[in-house]
Nanobody
Framework: QVQFVESGGGLAQPGGSLRLSCAASGSVFSIYIMGWYRQAPGKQRELVAR????????TYADSVKGRFTISRDNTKQSVFLQMNNLKPEDTAVYYC?????????????WGQGTKVTVSS
C-alpha cells in the first residue's frame, strides 16, 4: 500500500509563498493521478489541485486558481504544491493522495498532512 509523507508547511504572511512536497513510497507512483487536498478547522476536506500521471494536465479549485501550481517528479516519486500570494483563508492542513481515474475520489491512505498557517 502506497504511503504519503507531506512536508513544507509552516507560518506565512498574507501575500507570502510556501512550497509543499509529498513523497510517495511503496508502489508505482508514476501511474497515479495525484491530488492536493486541504482541511481547514471545522470544515470538510476539499480538493485543491490535481495532476495527471504524466504531469501534463492540471486542474485547480477556483479559490486557488492563478495562485497555486501543482507539479510532480515521477523519478523522485514526489508531487509538489507551490503556493503564492497566500491568504488567511488558505490556512489548513494540506494532504496529498492518489485519485481514482474513474471517480476522481481519493483512494489512498491519508498521511499526517502538513499544516499551513497564513497570518500577519
Amino acid at each position: 500500500q502506497v504511503q504519503f509523507v507531506e512536508s513544507g508547511g509552516g507560518l506565512a504572511q498574507p501575500g507570502g509563498s510556501l512550497r509543499l512536497s509529498c513523497a510517495a513510497s511503496g508502489s508505482v507512483f508514476s501511474i497515479y493521478i495525484m491530488g492536493w487536498y486541504r482541511q481547514a478547522p471545522g470544515k470538510q476536506r476539499e480538493l485543491v489541485a490535481r495532476i495527471s500521471s504524466g504531469g501534463g494536465i492540471t486542474t485547480y479549485a477556483d479559490s486557488v486558481k492563478g495562485r497555486f501550481t501543482i507539479s510532480r517528479d515521477n523519478t523522485k516519486q514526489s508531487v509538489f504544491l507551490q503556493m503564492n500570494n497566500l491568504k488567511p483563508e488558505d490556512t489548513a492542513v494540506y494532504y496529498c493522495n492518489r485519485m481514482s481515474a474513474t471517480t476522481a475520489l481519493p483512494i489512498g491512505v491519508w498521511g499526517q498532512g502538513t499544516k499551513v498557517t497564513v497570518s500577519s
